[in-house]
């Protein structure tokens, strides 16, 4: 596939993480082995590409189960029938909607590896937003880092392993407080993504009729924050307040939080949609 085909999949805004997408992808194809992006991609990219390029297996990976974030792999042909060749080789879970993508691929290995961040501070209770702050203040692009998991005050987080010895080494405290950051590896814990979960209705998937009935503003009243790029779907700015959102897409909106669109729970008597919306927390 030439460039110019691939990167038409992506805004014109986005071109140079594209290409950085691009470049995995030839390298798959020009020198028949697994190509591993170093850097995690926001569903806006990762959903835009197909199962299978020109022959090239394409699989995600974030760490936790339906992670946002994802490092992709790109997998040649003829190094897939060679792997089904060993009698334990280990296929891939079906597509869903949820985990659109998400390898199950048993011989991947992606360049990631997780941490673990622990504080102690009897006076405060630190945020995301701290912990993510501290870690962004090592200078590290935020591209390099997966999704942050926040459990009982202790951050959960894969990070590229370029990166693993520059936080280990460096990160000694989240906000005033002291911290200590260690690997995680083998069969420790990792936690999962925490959720409140809503039932909304809705006359249609349209992001503004979807945004009013999470937010509880009139669809009038929220035709602004949608103008202004205060929402985002699926990571990116959506200020088409017609558009229709599918099942599995997230929605950030600015003030609110970050919710994901989970599942359709039918229709009620009047023929009004009936969905389920996840708030994470």
Known sequence: MKKEIFLKQFPKEAEYEASRLYNSFESAKEYGVI???????TPNFWKRLTRK???????????????????????????IEYIKSDKDFEGVLKEDTENYME????????????LKIQINSKFKEYSHRDFLGSLMGLNIKRELMGDLVMEEGI????????IKEIILNNLSQIGKAQCLVSEIKGNDKIPDYKYDDK????????????????????????????????????YA?????????????????????????????????????????????
């Open 199 to 234: 039932i909304i209705t809705v006359s249609s998937k349209r992001l503004d009729s979807i945004v009013s009935a999470i937010t509880g503003l009139s669809r009038t009243k929220v035709v602004e924050p949608i103008e202004r790029g205060k929402v985002l779907v699926d």
């Open 237 to 281: 700015e959506e200020k088409e307040k017609s558009k229709n959102l599918e099942i599995g897409s997230l929605i950030t909106i600015r003030g609110y939080g970050k919710f994901k669109l989970f599942s359709d729970k039918g229709e009620t008597k009047k023929g009004k949609e009936r969905l389920l919306v996840k708030k994470y927390v």
């Open 155 to 162: 951050g959960y987080i894969p990070v590229s392993e370029k």
């Open 103 to 114: 390898s199950n691929y048993s011989f991947l290995e992606f360049p990631y590896r997780f």
């Open 35 to 41: 190509s591993y992006t170093e850097e995690f991609f």
């Open 53 to 79: 390029i020109e022959g090239i297996e394409v699989a995600t990976s974030g760490g936790f189960k339906g992670s946002d974030r994802r490092q992709v792999a790109f997998i040649p042909r003829e190094y």
